[in-house]
């Protein structure tokens, strides 16, 4: 799929992007681009993160597990429920091994500024949710919670087990993700797999529950793929550098931007979903300004991101 940004009757820019659409036998509904090129899965395989520390026997009220599988903005509620899972786990922010960072949203990440707190914290970073899962799980498994982020560590061995399960690739070897954590390997067709099964695997019937009933707590109510998730009604995650899956009613579509922009992977998934029948009118209309995203001037429109090619 090509797109081009198109400023007052210019167009400025263009990029690329991969969207392969399947079915829940495996089927192929739809595929643009090379969706077997190897990549990190970096955030959007969260809810099979999230797997890996229920089978080390973690269990988690439906907000909270929301917020394990989530790349939060960072706004109040977010944190409120990062701190409750690891105090409710004997457990305080000191634990957090991610990076330090500022709350992903910029909204709330001037709420922060305002109220004093201007110091990157390994709390605001966006991964912060996942991480207190991790180490919530450890404390119920007797595993070390200083060294979770080790690749060698029980709950991070266990982690590339169920992905490879999932994906049906071997996701080594790993790389560091942006949040400290190991980051697996993989493709669009192996995400593409795995999320698949958050549709169908009664194992994963609770992450895919959460990430559904909560999409705010998973993302926030103004990113791309926040407002996507509002509105489509199943799981769906972006990833760092464009990445993007979502699965709803035995369809799941996955993307990724060669520029590594979310909001083209949002709009590029979007719109093939429209096109294999899975996004209604309604939903079409109301999502509108995630399928063509506004090029801004001055504060107000003044062009679009368009589809030129599928």
């Known amino acids: ?37 190897p990549l990190y899965y970096r955030s959007a395989i969260k809810p099979f993160q999230a797997l890996a520390a229920a089978r080390a ?26 701190e409750a899972i690891l105090q409710d786990h004997g457990l305080t922010t000191a634990d957090l091994r991610c990076t330090p960072g500022r709350p992903h949203n910029r909204v709330a990440h001037d709420m922060q500024t305002r109220r004093g707190n201007s110091v990157p914290e390994p709390r605001f970073h966006n991964c912060s949710g996942k991480h207190a899962g991790w180490l919530a799980a450890c404390t119920i498994a007797g595993w070390e919670t200083t060294t979770y982020l080790e690749p060698n560590h029980p709950l991070q061995q266990l982690t590339v087990t169920i992905v490879a399960e999932m994906t049906g690739l071997d996701p080594e070897p790993v790389g560091v993700d942006g949040c ?46 926040g407002r996507a998730g509002m509105w489509w009604g199943g799981p769906q ?19 990724r931007s060669d520029s590594g922009r979310g909001e083209v992977a949002v709009a590029a998934a979007l719109i093939t979903a429209r096109r294999v029948g899975a996004l209604p009118n309604a939903m079409a209309e109301a999502l509108k300004d995630q399928m ?18 599928a």
């Open 1 to 37: 799929m090509r797109f081009e940004r198109v400023r007052s009757g210019l167009t400025e820019s263009s990029e690329n992007a991969t969207a392969l659409a399947v079915n829940s036998d495996g089927d192929v509904l739809f595929s643009s681009g090379d969706p077997d090129a």
């Open 57 to 82: 026997g973690l269990e988690l009220p439906v907000e909270h597990l929301a917020v394990t599988c989530a790349s939060h903005g960072g706004f109040p509620v977010h944190l409120a429920i990062v």
């Open 180 to 225: 400290g954590s190991p980051t697996l390997r993989g493709s669009v067709r192996g995400l593409a797999l795995a999320f698949s099964r958050l549709d169908t695997d009664p194992e994963l019937r609770p992450m895919a529950h959460a990430m559904k009933r909560f999409p705010a707590l998973v993302a926030d109510n103004l990113r791309p793929d």
């Open 237 to 255: 995650k972006v990833g760092a550098e464009g990445l993007y899956a979502m699965t709803r009613s035995g369809v799941t579509i996955v993307t």
């Open 292 to 309: 063509r995203p506004p090029v801004m001037g001055a504060g107000r429109e003044a062009g679009h991101m368009e589809l030129i090619d």
